[in-house]
């Protein structure tokens, strides 16, 4: 799902799936059902605003319903979703070695400070 955001600027998706996050926990005023006819929160170009519209179409054809009646179990899965696909365009993007992170990771768990030195 929301397989469009790989091929998203980082520039775009992050936004986009930051607005579409906060729409479907309910966090913004305005009416989720006026979206359409007054836009999305101020500050978003107009890819980042076609992103988070397509992001809660696809949201609300998948669950055949409006996101403001998703139970929280469901909210969580999307987010979650949204989340794995923003990291996965930032790996990407970014040429982020998860392999050397995870090593730096470990020895910085383990206190192993002088070989990170070297």
Do not use: C
Not at 6 to 25: E, K, L, S, Y
Not at 32 to 50: A, F, H, M, V, Y
Not at 93 to 106: I, P, R
């Amino acid at each position: 799902m929301f397989e469009y955001l790989d091929n998203a600027t980082i520039q775009n998706a992050f936004p986009a799936g930051h607005h579409a996050i906060q729409i479907i926990r309910k966090q913004w005023a305005y009416s989720i059902q006026n979206r359409n006819k007054t836009g999305l929160k101020e500050g978003l170009n107009s890819p980042q605003d076609e992103l988070v519209k397509r992001i809660i179409q696809d949201i609300e054809t998948a669950e055949g319903k409006p996101v403001a009646e998703l139970s929280s179990f469901t909210i969580d899965m999307y987010i979650n979703i949204i989340v794995e696909r923003i990291e996965q365009l930032s790996r990407q993007e970014f040429n982020v070695n998860q392999s050397v992170g995870k090593n730096l990771l470990n020895q910085l768990r383990a206190g192993d400070v002088d070989s990170l030195k070297k």
